[in-house]
C-alpha cells in the first residue's frame, strides 16, 4: 500500500501530489515543535453562518488545487527522518534530498545520508540522469516523454477529483480562532457526511476519517491539518489490505511566493497491513529552500548550467 493511497485516505488535501521514497517508521520530532507554534485560542464575536462556510470551502479547494498545480514548478529540499516507535526511539534512516519537477513527477537527487554528504562526482552522475530525464520531457514529441506525462496527468486527475470529493464527505464545523505559526486563523472540524454516497473505494475511505484544519482567515489557505482513522479501513474486502484506526497524518503549509501555499512540515504515524504483511509509518518531512525552476523546458537550462560551471546546489542552506 503506498503512502500516497494512505495519505489520501486520511484526508486528500492534506499533501500535494509527488513521488514519496519508501517509509519505516519515526515519532515525532523536535523539529515539529520549532515549526508549530499556537497560541491559545481566542474567543470571536460570532461564528460564521452556513452561507459563509459553504464559500469558504470552495475557495480552500480552489486554493489546494492552484498549490498542487505550482508544486510542479518549484523545487525544494525535503529530508526524510525515520525512527523506531516507544520511549526510546532509533533513529533508522535520516536522509535529505533536492526534489526537481520534471512534468512527470518528481525527480530527487540524495544530498546527504546520516550526516554524510554525498560525494561530489555521485551528485553529478545524478545531475546528469536528471539532464537526461528533463530534455526527454522538455520534447513534445518524444514517445516515452509523452507516457510520462499521459500518466503524471491521470494521477493528478485522480487527486483532484478526490480533494473534490471531500466538500460533500465531510461536514466542516467552525470551532473558533487561533494563532498557527504566526498566521490569524480560523478552526474548523471536518466530520464525516453520513449522506454521502461515495463514487470509489478510496472515497469510501473518508468516512472512517475525522480531520481537524486551520486556515489563514485572510487568505483562506491551509495552515495546518491533522487528520485521524477513527476505524480500520480495508481495501478489498480486506485482502488488499488495510489501515488500522489510530492513524494520524499531519501537515503544516506556508507562503513560500505571493498567493503560493506549500508544505512545510509533514507528519506520518500509521500502521496497517498490505496483503498479509504488516506495515507502520512513524515519519517526519521536513520541505524548504523552495525555488522556482517551471516546466522541463525552463529547469533544463538550470540544470546545464550547473554541470557547466560546477558550481553543484550545496547541501545546506
Aim: with cysteine; aromatic share 8%; net charge neutral.
Amino acid at each position: 500500500m503506498p503512502k500516497r493511497l494512505c495519505i489520501w485516505m486520511v484526508l486528500a488535501f492534506l499533501t500535494p501530489l509527488g513521488n514519496k521514497p519508501a517509509a519505516r517508521s519515526a515519532p515525532e520530532s523536535s523539529s515539529r515543535a520549532a515549526v508549530r507554534s499556537a497560541a491559545p485560542a481566542q474567543p470571536s464575536d460570532q461564528a460564521p453562518s452556513d452561507d459563509e462556510l459553504r464559500t469558504r470551502a470552495q475557495k480552500v479547494l480552489a486554493n489546494q488545487h492552484h498549490d498542487d498545480d505550482a508544486l510542479d514548478e518549484y523545487e525544494r529540499v525535503e529530508r526524510y527522518l525515520d525512527r523506531t516507535s516507544g520511549a526510546e526511539p532509533r533513529t533508522l534512516e535520516d536522509r535529505t534530498y533536492r526534489v526537481v519537477p520534471t512534468g512527470g513527477g518528481m525527480y530527487r537527487l540524495l544530498l546527504s545520508d546520516g550526516g554524510k554528504r554525498t560525494d561530489p562526482a555521485e551528485y553529478r552522475k545524478q545531475l546528469q540522469l536528471l539532464e537526461g530525464v528533463l530534455e526527454m520531457m522538455a520534447r513534445p514529441d518524444d514517445a516515452k516523454g509523452k507516457a510520462a506525462r499521459d500518466k503524471y496527468e491521470k494521477r493528478k486527475r485522480d487527486r483532484a477529483q478526490f480533494v473534490d470529493a471531500t466538500h460533500d464527505a465531510f461536514l466542516p464545523k467552525w470551532v473558533g480562532r487561533e494563532t498557527m505559526n504566526g498566521r490569524a486563523c480560523d478552526i474548523f472540524e471536518l466530520n464525516p457526511n453520513p449522506a454521502y454516497h461515495p463514487r470509489s473505494m478510496f472515497q469510501s475511505a473518508l468516512a472512517h476519517v475525522t480531520a481537524k484544519i486551520w486556515v489563514d482567515h485572510d487568505a483562506d489557505q491551509i495552515v495546518r491539518g491533522e487528520a485521524h482513522v477513527t476505524a480500520d479501513i480495508s481495501f478489498g474486502g480486506g485482502i488488499l489490505g488495510k489501515l488500522y484506526r489510530g492513524g494520524v497524518v499531519s501537515m503544516d503549509q506556508a507562503e513560500i511566493a505571493p498567493g503560493i501555499w506549500l508544505p512545510t512540515l509533514y507528519q506520518y504515524d500509521f500502521s496497517g497491513r498490505k496483503f498479509m504483511f504488516p506495515f507502520a509509518d512513524h515519519q517526519v518531512i521536513e520541505a524548504s529552500r523552495y525555488r522556482r525552476v517551471g516546466p522541463p523546458r525552463e529547469a533544463l537550462p538550470l540544470v546545464k548550467g550547473e554541470l557547466t560551471t560546477g558550481k553543484f546546489f550545496a547541501a545546506d542552506p
